[in-house]
Structures are given as C-alpha cells and as structure tokens.
C-alpha cells in the first residue's frame, strides 16, 4: 500500500507570500498525482492533476512539479481565498485504489 | 448545469444499515467511473469505492471491503451505496465525485452525514 505524508501539516503566511506544499509517496507513483483544495464546510476541488496539470479554471498562480515519489504544489502569490487544506492523491495500478495524503493547511499568518 | 447531489445521510446504530444516492445531471453519467469518498469529523479524505462506467468493476477501500457495495443506475444518472454492519468509525461525511478509472475526481457532490452511533 502506497502511503502518502504531506509537509508542513501547517503553513502559516500572509497574503501576496509564496506558498510551497510537499507530497512524498512511500513508492513511485509515476507522474499520477492530483491535488485538492478544502475549505471549511465544502467538498473538495480538484486543482491540480498529473502531478503539473491546472484543471479548468484553476488560476496559474498554482502549479504542481515532481514525479516519482516527490511532488510539489506552488502558490506563487497567496490571495485570500487560497487559505484552505490541501490534499495529494494517488493511485495505485493494480487493482485501482486511491490514496490521500493527510493534508496540509494553509493559514493566515 | 453539471452537478453531483448526495442524499440519504442519517443517524444509524452500530451494526446497522444504510443507502446513499448521488444523482447526476450535466453530463454524460453512464462514461464516467464514479467515486465514493468519506471524511470523519474533522480528519482528512478517504477513498472508499469506484465503480466503472458500465458497472461491470467495482473497488474497495480494505476499511470497507464486504460491508458496502457500490453500484449505479445509468437509466437514472444515480449512483449508490449500500453500507451494512456499520461500525462507530463509518461516521463521516460521504462525498460522491466523478473521474475516469485512472484520472483525478474533477466533480465532486456537497456530501451527505452518516453519523453511527447508538
């Protein structure tokens, strides 16, 4: 079973600084690796998608890079409504299962 | 307008049952797998359950393998699942979400409150 661990489980910023989130898998996950923005009291949406994708209306402030077993979701300039958790997801080949990792809050410093 | 919306969410006793429904609308339902993720109170995402597009495969979480079946109805855009013998950490919100059998979950439901508890 791939594990995924998330750092900082907290990140404490102020608007207009450059936010780095880090997602480490206990095994290679080729470049499948999406991540998700939660804020309190909603679902989940999905941001990011093969590891460096925007899905659609996702502004490009976000990025994501990495592969294999690294991978890194930027802000590049925080705006209030980015204050949120953050999650990777992974998924395992065979059969399909689908991992979380525990999540990283971004918060108002 | 393309939308998940989850229902069915209650109180339950330990060891017992319940269904839940998310039903679809704004896109062509039977193409796509669809998903079942939970979150506890105040913890982090769970995957529980895929279903592919036409039904014919169906994946489980280990946490819920052989206690809850997920299954669709393509005929009314709904997906379900069936959850029996729950247990006190079952308690979450149930979130429906939409992807392909190997993408990201780009749609996801509001989520529905199943609380266990005697």
């Known amino acids: 079973e791939i594990v995924l661990k998330q750092s900082p489980a907290t990140l404490s910023l102020s608007p207009g600084e450059r936010a780095t989130l880090s997602c480490r898998a206990s095994?290679?996950?080729?470049?499948?690796l999406a991540w998700y923005q939660q804020k309190p009291g909603q679902a989940p949406r999905l941001l990011m998608y093969?590891?460096?994708n925007r899905a659609t209306g996702i502004p490009a402030r976000f990025s994501g890079s990495g592969s294999g077993t690294e991978f890194t979701l930027t802000i590049s300039s925080l705006e209030p409504e980015d204050f949120a958790v953050y999650y990777c997801q992974q998924r395992s080949n065979w059969p399909p299962t689908w991992t979380f990792g525990q999540g990283t809050k971004v918060e108002i410093k | 307008e393309v939308q998940l919306v989850e229902s069915g969410g209650d109180l339950v006793q330990p060891g017992g049952s319940l269904g839940l429904s998310c039903a679809a609308s704004g896109f062509t339902f039977r193409t796509y797998a669809m998903n079942w993720v939970r979150q506890a109170p105040g913890r982090g995402l769970e995957w529980v359950s895929t279903?592919?597009?036409?039904?014919?495969?169906?994946y489980y979480a280990d946490s819920v393998r052989g206690r809850f079946i997920i299954s669709r109805d393509n005929s009314k855009d709904t997906l379900h699942l069936q959850m029996s013998s729950l247990r006190d950490d079952d308690t979450a919100v149930y979130y429906c979400a939409k992807g392909t059998i190997s993408g990201p979950f780009d749609l996801w439901g509001q989520g529905t409150r199943v609380t266990v508890s005697s």
């Open positions: 093969d590891a460096s």
């Open positions: 279903l592919t597009g036409s039904g014919g495969s169906a």
């Open positions: 095994q290679s996950v080729s470049s499948y």
